[in-house]
């Protein structure tokens, strides 16, 4: 009789030891085989295995979890939404001004304005709405607001910076490119709203027109200075300029010139006349002749007359030196571009204080309000805020309980 054999599974000794398993770490890469290369297939099967376990991993800790993940969103949603919706409503009162730039046109210099184009026209602009929003924000035109509507008492503040702190928390100034200033005032009351923006509005004005005054009165001393210095300037140019003309005989230099070479060359020509004549009368009376001394005589005063002309000595004082015409000419031309010069900046000097003049006598507003003063209720954004409580909490729940999650992981796997 045949006997089945049967095959029994070894068994393990007691003392045998299992190969520990020790647990992946969530935070390691899959070991790759040194002989594959990034192309294997193989390998971006193993990769995209990881990437698949790793969603599973994150899915399985959260969804277990995402009930209450939810519920706490919704109910911090919940107090965000009925803290807003049950808080009192603010009301927003604002306005916009700007420079009076039609008035700011006329103080413009003819000279500037006829060169000038939108840019440059627009600097003034600029320059004021800096200005303007600058004392807008501050403390002087904040105090006067404070000061206007009683706020220390209607605010029970303790002292004025504190009053200061807390119109700084309803009272914001913003500029507009190119258009103006806006003035924003926002507060459970509609009234108080709009009294603080007119307030501002009053204040910033009043501050600006004395800044403007001022620095018009001080360009008026400033050109009449100039002015005086130019005088000045102008009376020792002409005084040198009268000294050196009547040192040099000079009237009108060119005139005297033209007037004095015909003359210089009238003597040459009658002293060549002279010399021809005493030759003739050498040859006829002999050398030693005394009826040549008469000729010779005459003879001598025209040179003489001739080197008087050429050096501006002549007795009569009319003509200038003729032989250093260049140099006086050079000389005179520098005199006269120096006091045209000064008399075109003593003429600009006198238009301009003209115009400061104008502009420190008058008494317009200086500040145009392009949109009057408008309450209207503040959004509180209850369902705005609300939804981004719920993003907010939901998404750092998640973050939180997975960070947890992978701390504890990687401590067992630093342990085992």
């Known amino acids: 009789m045949n006997q089945k054999s049967t095959k029994t599974a070894p068994q393990k000794s007691p003392n045998s030891q299992s190969p520990v398993e ?42 277990p979890r995402m009930r209450s993940i939810i519920l706490v969103s919704c109910l911090a949603a919940a107090v ?103 003035l924003k005032a926002e507060t459970p009351d509609p009234t108080l709203s709009e009294v603080i923006v007119n307030a501002g509005i009053d204040e910033t004005n009043g501050y600006f027109k004395d800044l403007m005054r001022k620095r018009a009165e001080e360009s008026v001393l400033q050109i009449k200075k100039w002015i005086d ?9 002409s005084s040198e300029y009268i000294q050196f003309a009547s040192r040099n005989n000079i009237t009108d230099l060119g005139n005297q010139f033209t007037a004095g070479t015909a003359l210089l060359g009238k003597l ?24 040549l001394i008469p000729l010779q005589k005459t003879l001598e005063t025209m040179r003489e007359s001739l080197q008087r002309l050429l ?29 045209a010069m000064l008399r075109s900046r003593a003429e600009l000097f ?24 408008f309450v209207e209720p503040a959004s509180k954004g209850t369902v705005k805020f609300s939804v981004l409580t719920f993003i907010g909490v939901f998404f750092f729940a998640c973050l939180f309980i997975v960070m947890k999650e992978y701390w504890k992981t990687l401590r067992e796997y630093v342990k085992g």
């Open 268 to 291: 040459k020509q009658d002293i060549l006349t002279a010399e021809n004549e005493l030759i003739r009368k050498r040859e006829e009376l002999g050398e030693g002749n005394v009826q």
């Open 350 to 373: 006198n238009k301009q204080l003209a115009a400061a003049q104008i502009e420190a006598q008058k008494q317009a507003r200086s500040i145009m309000i392009l949109d009057e003063p």
């Open 80 to 182: 965000v939404g009925a803290y807003l919706f049950f808080s009192p409503r603010l009301y927003v009162c604002t306005a916009v001004i700007a420079p009076d730039v039609m008035r700011d046109l006329t103080s413009i210099d003819l000279v500037q304005l006829k060169s000038a184009d939108t840019e440059t026209l627009s600097l003034p602009f600029a320059s004021q709405l800096s200005q303007i929003k600058t004392l807008a924000e501050s403390s002087q035109v904040k105090r006067g607001i404070i000061n206007k509507n009683n706020l220390l008492t209607r605010w029970e503040c303790v002292d004025e910076r504190d009053c200061l702190k807390k119109l700084n928390n309803v009272y914001s100034v913003r500029e507009i490119r190119q258009v103006g200033l806006e």
């Open 311 to 339: 050096e501006g000595k002549d007795e009569d004082g009319v003509f200038p030196a003729l032989s250093d015409y260049e140099n006086l000419k050079f000389k005179v031309d520098d005199y006269q571009q120096q006091l």
């Open 229 to 237: 210095d130019v005088t000045k300037a102008i009376q020792v140019i």
């Open 22 to 63: 020790t647990p992946a770490s969530p935070l390691r890469h899959p070991p790759r085989d040194e002989n594959e290369y990034p192309e294997s297939g193989r390998l971006r099967e193993e990769e995209d295995f990881f990437i698949d376990e790793s969603l599973v991993r994150l899915v399985s800790i959260l969804m």
